[in-house]
């Protein structure tokens, strides 16, 4: 971007394995012009061009790029390789060029410690730029509103395709009018600053407010998931990063989950941690406009039943994924979001990187 001649570094850089991928890539820019945000865009490829990769990531991180994404089919070590050569947030877009986009799946979420890569869904670009936008706005209030509008432009989709969707519905024995109560969302509420939160807990009994909120929450579904979650804290721990942990059902206690959203509404960034089919992170998802980083556990099918869970989100709710069981890269990710404004968790975090990787 260019100011009265003087170059500004853009705040993301988007990374293509190939110029074949440009149409996932799209998604991300039609977000990132609605989000407002700078970015610049590459094409480099690990295998094919590994030293590009290297010097365009080495020199974007010294020249203030905050977040990376890295878009990529089939073995898909392109987002690794970013985060190799980076202490900023990556996160990886697989995209479906053969076996459905799993192969690339895998090779960007199963990513060793400590060079966690963000996975979103299989060839969901518009997604890997709203978390890109969630890690901007965590700092930066303007994106965060720019972040939360988006969001709500999605609520406003849901309600106008389902309106659509009934016209055109002819059966005979198809009861149009019944509850259609709950489909009035007025602008009002829509136009709320956290829609969702607020309307859930009207009605919910007094919450007590907590003080010193900490920066993370960390939210493991079950106590089989506490053994994991222990790996983030520990990982917390070290980058110094304040954080809550309260093992808490979505499925199981409802309500209790509610009020506990509730009252973490003004952490930074949640970390949930979860096996089987992972409603803990979407449920998150559903109730925040905070970003979400999803560790899946392996309880039942080595961990696939809830890496698809968490990772494959609709547009408009990212989770930022990491490997299965790899609960440390989840608090090293958070570190490395954290660390865009925080000058001691950034050197507690290279001190973390850079050291292990000498391994
Ligand atoms: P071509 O269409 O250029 O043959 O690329 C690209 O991202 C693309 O989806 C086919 C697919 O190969 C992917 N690719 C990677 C990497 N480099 C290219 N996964 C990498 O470095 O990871």
Do not use: W
């Amino acid at each position: 971007m260019s100011n009265n001649g003087v170059f500004m570094s853009p705040k993301i850089m988007i990374i293509l394995g190939s110029a074949s991928d440009i149409k996932i890539a799209q998604k991300a820019i039609d977000i990132l012009e609605t989000l407002e945000i700078s970015y610049s865009l590459k094409v480099a490829s690990a295998h094919r061009t590994h030293e590009k990769v290297k010097k365009l990531v080495v020199e974007a991180t010294t020249k203030g790029v905050e977040v990376f994404i890295g878009i990529a089919g089939l073995a898909a070590h392109l987002p690794g390789s970013i985060a190799a050569y980076t202490h900023k947030p990556v996160i990886g877009v697989p995209v479906d060029v053969k076996v459905g986009g799993l192969d690339a799946l895998f090779a960007s979420v199963q990513m060793p410690f400590p060079a966690p890569v963000a996975t979103v869904g299989i060839d969901r670009g518009d997604n890997g730029a709203i978390l890109a936008g969630q890690i901007i706005g965590v700092n930066n209030p303007n994106v965060k509103k720019k972040v939360s509008e988006l969001r709500k432009s999605y609520e406003k989709k849901i309600k106008n395709d389902e309106e659509k969707l009934i016209t055109e519905i002819n059966g005979k024995l198809f009861q149009k009018e019944f509850l259609n109560e709950y489909n009035e969302i007025s602008e009002e509420e829509l136009d709320k600053e956290e829609p969702h939160t607020d309307k859930i807990f009207k009605e919910s009994e007094s919450i007590k407010s907590v003080e010193n909120t900490p920066m993370v929450s960390v939210v493991p579904g079950s106590y089989s998931d506490v053994e994991e979650a222990k790996k983030v804290v520990l990982t917390l721990e070290r980058l110094g990063i304040s954080y809550d942990i309260s093992v808490i059902s979505p499925v199981r206690y409802p309500d209790k989950f509610k009020k506990y959203m509730d009252q973490m509404k003004d952490v930074k960034l949640f970390i949930a941690v979860t096996g089987l089919s992972s409603h803990v992170t979407g449920s998150i998802v559903a109730l925040s406009e905070k970003l979400v980083i999803g560790v899946p556990c392996s309880v039942e099918l080595n961990g696939l039943d809830s890496l698809l869970s968490i990772v494959n989100m609709p547009p408009g709710v990212p989770v930022g994924t990491v490997g299965i069981g790899n609960g440390r890269n989840a608090g090293v990710l958070a570190g490395e979001i954290l660390g865009i404004s925080d000058k001691n968790i950034e050197k507690e975090l290279k001190q973390m990187k850079y050291k292990t990787a000498d391994i």
